[in-house]
């Protein structure tokens, strides 16, 4: 399935996200995060649209070098989308307007105790990305259409939990829960299907 990155494509998502029926975690003691899924344009002449994703800087105190999302806690008063659009910031050095946002998806709660939103974003431009060393080794694209194709897409059975895990394969690595999770429903509700994530699975390494 295509994705092309194109103001078609861009008012069909952001539609869809409209019209998302979001389902918040509720639970005393979660702490609020949030992250933002901006998409872009794939950057290799294919005219597809692909997301942004960071490898985290090996000095980090939690999950040193591991693939994730821009973003981060909620600071006090903050909504999910101030916080999401502060933290692409802080980590990638560009600002992202209100109006580049499409959407929120459902919450995601993890195994360390946070509630995740994810903010789903629009970014035409990413000429003047900056990532902020101290936060972020590396930054990629990921096509959507790659990850799309269901053998890219992996449901594991582990003993230490009933849930199952999702992993992504993109390029030469894999992309684990809460990340794979948030961006498998983004990818289902691009192709028009309404996923619930969850339920799934943060493999063993993640639980802490």
Known sequence: MRFPFAPAFRQTLAERCGAFPRRAVAGEGLKRSAVAITLVDAGDGSGETAFLLTRRAPKLRAHAGQWALPGGRMDGGETPTDAALREFHEELGLPLAPNAVLGVLDDYPTRSGYAIVPIVAWLDDVADLVPNPHEVASVHRVRLDEISRPEAVEFLSIPESDRPV???????????????????????LAAGRITRVDELEQPVFAWR
């Open 166 to 188: 999702i992993r992504i394969q993109f390029a030469d690595s894999m992309m684990h829960a809460p990340t794979a999770a948030m961006v498998h429903q983004l990818v289902e």
